[in-house]
Protein backbone atom coordinates (compact mmCIF):
# COMPACT_ATOMS: atom_id res chain seq x y z
CA UNK A 1 0.00 0.00 0.00
CA UNK A 2 1.22 3.40 -1.27
CA UNK A 3 1.83 5.60 2.35
CA UNK A 4 -0.52 8.93 1.58
CA UNK A 5 -0.41 11.36 4.26
CA UNK A 6 -1.68 15.07 4.52
CA UNK A 7 -1.38 18.83 5.70
CA UNK A 8 -5.30 20.26 5.80
CA UNK A 9 -5.12 23.67 7.70
CA UNK A 10 -8.04 26.12 7.91
CA UNK A 11 -7.71 29.76 6.21
CA UNK A 12 -8.94 31.26 8.75
CA UNK A 13 -5.67 33.00 10.01
CA UNK A 14 -1.78 32.82 9.20
CA UNK A 15 -0.01 29.71 9.34
CA UNK A 16 2.81 29.36 12.74
CA UNK A 17 6.03 27.55 13.42
CA UNK A 18 3.73 25.05 14.88
CA UNK A 19 1.84 24.44 11.32
CA UNK A 20 5.54 24.88 9.79
CA UNK A 21 6.36 21.51 12.70
CA UNK A 22 3.14 19.48 11.56
CA UNK A 23 3.37 20.21 7.78
CA UNK A 24 7.27 19.93 7.72
CA UNK A 25 6.92 16.12 10.08
CA UNK A 26 3.72 14.70 7.23
CA UNK A 27 6.09 16.18 3.82
CA UNK A 28 9.42 14.11 5.12
CA UNK A 29 7.27 11.16 6.18
CA UNK A 30 5.91 10.66 3.36
CA UNK A 31 9.42 11.30 1.53
CA UNK A 32 10.57 8.68 4.05
CA UNK A 33 7.90 6.24 2.77
CA UNK A 34 8.15 6.83 -1.04
CA UNK A 35 4.89 8.17 -0.71
CA UNK A 36 2.48 11.14 -1.32
CA UNK A 37 2.15 14.40 1.02
CA UNK A 38 -1.20 16.31 0.08
CA UNK A 39 -2.07 19.99 1.12
CA UNK A 40 -6.19 20.09 1.94
CA UNK A 41 -7.89 23.17 2.66
CA UNK A 42 -10.60 22.86 5.49
CA UNK A 43 -12.94 25.75 4.99
CA UNK A 44 -15.99 24.64 6.16
CA UNK A 45 -16.24 27.37 8.72
CA UNK A 46 -16.88 30.01 5.67
CA UNK A 47 -17.62 32.59 8.08
CA UNK A 48 -14.40 33.42 8.75
CA UNK A 49 -12.43 31.62 6.23
CA UNK A 50 -10.58 34.20 3.71
CA UNK A 51 -9.09 33.74 0.12
CA UNK A 52 -5.96 35.80 1.41
CA UNK A 53 -5.37 33.30 4.25
CA UNK A 54 -5.22 30.98 1.48
CA UNK A 55 -3.02 32.36 -0.73
CA UNK A 56 -0.80 33.30 2.02
CA UNK A 57 -0.74 28.58 3.24
CA UNK A 58 0.30 28.10 -0.19
CA UNK A 59 3.07 30.52 -0.03
CA UNK A 60 4.40 29.95 3.33
CA UNK A 61 4.40 26.39 2.53
CA UNK A 62 6.32 27.03 -0.87
CA UNK A 63 8.82 29.15 0.88
CA UNK A 64 9.52 26.51 3.53
CA UNK A 65 10.49 23.78 0.45
CA UNK A 66 6.98 21.85 0.65
CA UNK A 67 4.94 20.94 -2.55
CA UNK A 68 2.29 18.70 -3.00
CA UNK A 69 -0.47 17.27 -5.80
CA UNK A 70 -2.82 19.44 -8.08
CA UNK A 71 -5.98 20.28 -7.67
CA UNK A 72 -6.02 21.00 -3.57
CA UNK A 73 -8.90 19.85 -2.24
CA UNK A 74 -11.57 22.17 -0.61
CA UNK A 75 -14.00 21.49 1.63
CA UNK A 76 -16.65 23.73 1.00
CA UNK A 77 -16.51 22.05 -2.41
CA UNK A 78 -17.74 18.96 -0.87
CA UNK A 79 -21.03 19.39 1.02
CA UNK A 80 -22.83 16.90 -0.66
CA UNK A 81 -20.19 13.95 -0.02
CA UNK A 82 -20.49 15.05 3.94
CA UNK A 83 -24.23 15.27 3.63
CA UNK A 84 -24.13 12.08 2.13
CA UNK A 85 -22.47 10.39 4.95
CA UNK A 86 -24.71 12.61 7.64
CA UNK A 87 -28.06 10.78 5.85
CA UNK A 88 -26.34 7.42 6.28
CA UNK A 89 -25.65 7.49 9.95
CA UNK A 90 -29.33 9.05 10.44
CA UNK A 91 -30.37 5.95 8.36
CA UNK A 92 -29.07 3.85 10.91
CA UNK A 93 -30.79 5.60 13.67
CA UNK A 94 -27.66 7.02 15.46
CA UNK A 95 -28.31 10.34 15.53
CA UNK A 96 -30.29 13.36 16.68
CA UNK A 97 -31.14 16.96 16.48
CA UNK A 98 -30.30 19.75 18.86
CA UNK A 99 -31.29 22.82 19.65
CA UNK A 100 -29.21 23.98 22.82
CA UNK A 101 -27.09 26.63 23.13
CA UNK A 102 -23.52 26.93 24.68
CA UNK A 103 -25.19 28.68 27.55
CA UNK A 104 -27.70 26.09 28.03
CA UNK A 105 -25.31 23.50 28.07
CA UNK A 106 -23.39 25.40 30.90
CA UNK A 107 -26.77 25.75 32.86
CA UNK A 108 -27.46 22.44 32.50
CA UNK A 109 -24.07 21.20 33.77
CA UNK A 110 -24.00 23.72 36.58
CA UNK A 111 -26.36 22.64 39.08
CA UNK A 112 -24.80 21.18 42.37
CA UNK A 113 -25.35 17.33 41.85
CA UNK A 114 -23.32 17.37 38.01
CA UNK A 115 -20.31 18.34 39.76
CA UNK A 116 -17.54 19.45 37.80
CA UNK A 117 -18.20 19.55 33.64
CA UNK A 118 -15.80 17.14 31.59
CA UNK A 119 -13.96 18.57 29.15
CA UNK A 120 -13.60 16.47 25.91
CA UNK A 121 -12.45 17.31 22.21
CA UNK A 122 -14.88 19.70 21.78
CA UNK A 123 -15.10 21.23 25.13
CA UNK A 124 -17.56 20.38 27.90
CA UNK A 125 -19.13 17.28 27.07
CA UNK A 126 -22.90 17.39 25.94
CA UNK A 127 -25.25 16.19 29.05
CA UNK A 128 -27.65 14.88 26.55
CA UNK A 129 -30.74 17.20 27.36
CA UNK A 130 -32.00 16.80 23.68
CA UNK A 131 -31.01 12.87 23.35
CA UNK A 132 -34.67 12.20 23.19
CA UNK A 133 -35.79 13.82 20.50
CA UNK A 134 -36.35 12.10 17.18
CA UNK A 135 -34.85 13.22 13.81
CA UNK A 136 -38.58 13.63 12.04
CA UNK A 137 -38.45 16.79 14.59
CA UNK A 138 -35.34 18.36 13.68
CA UNK A 139 -35.34 21.89 12.91
CA UNK A 140 -33.19 24.08 10.86
CA UNK A 141 -31.63 25.98 13.16
CA UNK A 142 -30.78 22.82 14.83
CA UNK A 143 -26.92 20.65 14.93
CA UNK A 144 -27.05 17.11 14.68
CA UNK A 145 -25.24 15.23 17.36
CA UNK A 146 -24.16 11.46 17.41
CA UNK A 147 -25.81 9.30 20.07
CA UNK A 148 -22.52 8.28 21.26
CA UNK A 149 -23.99 4.89 23.25
CA UNK A 150 -26.40 3.70 20.53
CA UNK A 151 -23.37 4.34 18.16
CA UNK A 152 -20.63 2.01 19.86
CA UNK A 153 -23.37 -0.48 20.58
CA UNK A 154 -24.55 -0.46 16.83
CA UNK A 155 -21.27 -2.41 16.00
CA UNK A 156 -20.22 -6.13 16.25
CA UNK A 157 -16.93 -5.12 17.88
CA UNK A 158 -15.31 -1.77 18.17
CA UNK A 159 -11.98 -0.85 16.13
CA UNK A 160 -8.87 0.03 17.39
CA UNK A 161 -5.98 1.85 15.69
CA UNK A 162 -2.52 1.86 15.37
CA UNK A 163 -0.07 5.08 16.69
CA UNK A 164 2.90 5.32 15.19
CA UNK A 165 4.09 8.65 17.24
CA UNK A 166 6.42 9.55 19.56
CA UNK A 167 3.80 9.70 22.25
CA UNK A 168 0.78 7.30 22.28
CA UNK A 169 3.00 4.75 19.97
CA UNK A 170 0.92 1.08 19.75
CA UNK A 171 -2.53 -0.67 18.66
CA UNK A 172 -5.26 1.40 20.66
CA UNK A 173 -8.75 -0.18 20.56
CA UNK A 174 -11.70 2.04 21.12
CA UNK A 175 -13.52 1.27 24.70
CA UNK A 176 -17.58 2.08 24.62
CA UNK A 177 -17.49 3.76 28.07
CA UNK A 178 -14.34 5.64 27.31
CA UNK A 179 -16.52 7.39 24.30
CA UNK A 180 -19.42 7.80 26.01
CA UNK A 181 -17.87 9.53 29.42
CA UNK A 182 -14.68 10.92 27.87
CA UNK A 183 -16.16 12.05 24.54
CA UNK A 184 -19.80 12.07 24.77
CA UNK A 185 -22.78 12.79 22.05
CA UNK A 186 -20.54 14.88 19.45
CA UNK A 187 -21.96 17.04 16.51
CA UNK A 188 -22.25 15.79 13.27
CA UNK A 189 -23.45 18.72 11.47
CA UNK A 190 -23.42 21.98 13.09
CA UNK A 191 -26.64 24.79 11.63
CA UNK A 192 -24.26 26.88 10.40
CA UNK A 193 -21.95 25.13 8.24
CA UNK A 194 -24.21 21.90 7.10
CA UNK A 195 -20.99 19.41 8.63
CA UNK A 196 -18.47 19.40 11.17
CA UNK A 197 -14.73 18.91 11.32
CA UNK A 198 -15.07 15.13 12.59
CA UNK A 199 -17.19 13.97 9.84
CA UNK A 200 -15.78 15.55 7.06
CA UNK A 201 -12.16 14.90 7.66
CA UNK A 202 -13.39 11.22 8.07
CA UNK A 203 -15.05 11.68 4.51
CA UNK A 204 -12.28 13.70 2.81
CA UNK A 205 -9.20 11.31 4.22
CA UNK A 206 -11.03 7.72 3.06
CA UNK A 207 -12.26 10.19 -0.12
CA UNK A 208 -8.15 10.83 -0.90
CA UNK A 209 -6.74 7.79 -0.19
CA UNK A 210 -4.90 8.51 3.41
CA UNK A 211 -3.00 6.09 5.22
CA UNK A 212 -1.49 7.94 7.48
CA UNK A 213 -2.83 11.43 9.70
CA UNK A 214 0.17 13.35 10.96
CA UNK A 215 -1.13 15.93 14.00
CA UNK A 216 -0.42 17.36 16.54
CA UNK A 217 -0.82 15.73 20.45
CA UNK A 218 -3.82 18.01 21.25
CA UNK A 219 -5.93 15.67 18.42
CA UNK A 220 -5.07 12.32 20.37
CA UNK A 221 -8.96 12.31 21.77
CA UNK A 222 -10.37 13.70 18.87
CA UNK A 223 -8.86 10.36 16.85
CA UNK A 224 -11.53 8.08 18.62
CA UNK A 225 -14.42 9.52 17.17
CA UNK A 226 -12.80 9.46 13.79
CA UNK A 227 -11.83 5.74 14.16
CA UNK A 228 -15.20 5.27 15.27
CA UNK A 229 -16.96 7.15 12.41
CA UNK A 230 -14.45 5.43 9.87
CA UNK A 231 -15.61 1.71 11.08
CA UNK A 232 -19.48 2.80 11.28
CA UNK A 233 -19.36 4.16 7.55
CA UNK A 234 -17.56 1.75 6.30
CA UNK A 235 -14.03 3.24 5.58
CA UNK A 236 -10.60 2.07 6.13
CA UNK A 237 -9.36 2.67 9.76
CA UNK A 238 -6.26 5.18 9.20
CA UNK A 239 -2.75 4.91 11.17
CA UNK A 240 -2.06 7.93 13.18
CA UNK A 241 1.26 9.91 14.00
CA UNK A 242 0.21 12.47 16.81
CA UNK A 243 3.08 14.97 17.34
CA UNK A 244 4.51 17.11 20.00
CA UNK A 245 3.30 20.82 19.81
CA UNK A 246 5.19 23.40 19.76
CA UNK A 247 4.77 26.06 22.34
CA UNK A 248 5.64 29.55 23.34
CA UNK A 249 8.33 30.52 25.95
CA UNK A 250 5.77 30.29 28.91
CA UNK A 251 5.30 26.51 27.58
CA UNK A 252 1.76 27.83 26.16
CA UNK A 253 0.23 26.00 23.24
CA UNK A 254 0.92 28.31 20.05
CA UNK A 255 -2.56 29.31 17.88
CA UNK A 256 -3.56 31.23 15.00
CA UNK A 257 -3.78 34.45 17.19
CA UNK A 258 -0.50 34.46 17.46
CA UNK A 259 0.38 36.55 14.37
CA UNK A 260 3.86 38.12 16.04
CA UNK A 261 4.74 34.23 15.77
CA UNK A 262 3.70 33.88 11.94
CA UNK A 263 5.45 32.14 9.56
CA UNK A 264 4.92 35.45 7.56
CA UNK A 265 6.10 37.75 10.24
CA UNK A 266 9.38 35.80 10.44
CA UNK A 267 9.45 36.23 6.80
CA UNK A 268 9.01 39.54 6.68
CA UNK A 269 11.89 39.94 9.74
CA UNK A 270 14.01 38.41 6.78
CA UNK A 271 14.89 34.84 8.52
CA UNK A 272 15.35 32.35 6.24
CA UNK A 273 13.31 28.79 6.05
CA UNK A 274 15.99 27.32 7.68
CA UNK A 275 15.97 29.23 10.51
CA UNK A 276 12.10 28.57 11.08
CA UNK A 277 12.66 25.47 10.42
CA UNK A 278 15.09 25.19 13.69
CA UNK A 279 12.71 27.66 15.72
CA UNK A 280 9.48 24.89 15.13
CA UNK A 281 12.35 22.24 16.90
CA UNK A 282 13.30 20.24 13.53
CA UNK A 283 16.36 19.38 12.10
CA UNK A 284 17.48 21.41 9.06
CA UNK A 285 18.36 18.22 7.63
CA UNK A 286 17.34 16.11 5.94
CA UNK A 287 16.45 18.93 3.57
CA UNK A 288 12.63 19.60 2.93
CA UNK A 289 13.03 19.78 -1.01
Not at 23 to 51: N, P, V
Not at 117 to 129: A, H, K, L, V
Not at 239 to 255: E, I
Request: with cysteine.
Amino acid sequence: MTYVTRFAPSPTGPLHIGHAYSALTAFRRARAEGGSFLLRIEDIDRARSRDEYERQIFEDLHWLGLDWPQPVMRQSDRMPAYRAALDRLIDMGLCYPCNCTRGDIRAALSAPQEGTPIEGPDGIIYPGTCRGRSMADAGPTDAIRLDMTRATAHLDALPAFRETGPLFGGVHPLVANDLTVQIGDVILARKDMGTSYHLSVVVDDAEQGVTEVVRGADLFSATWIHVLLQALLGLPILQYYHHGLVRDDTGKRLAKRDDARSIRAYRDDGLSPDQVIEMAGLPVTPSAT
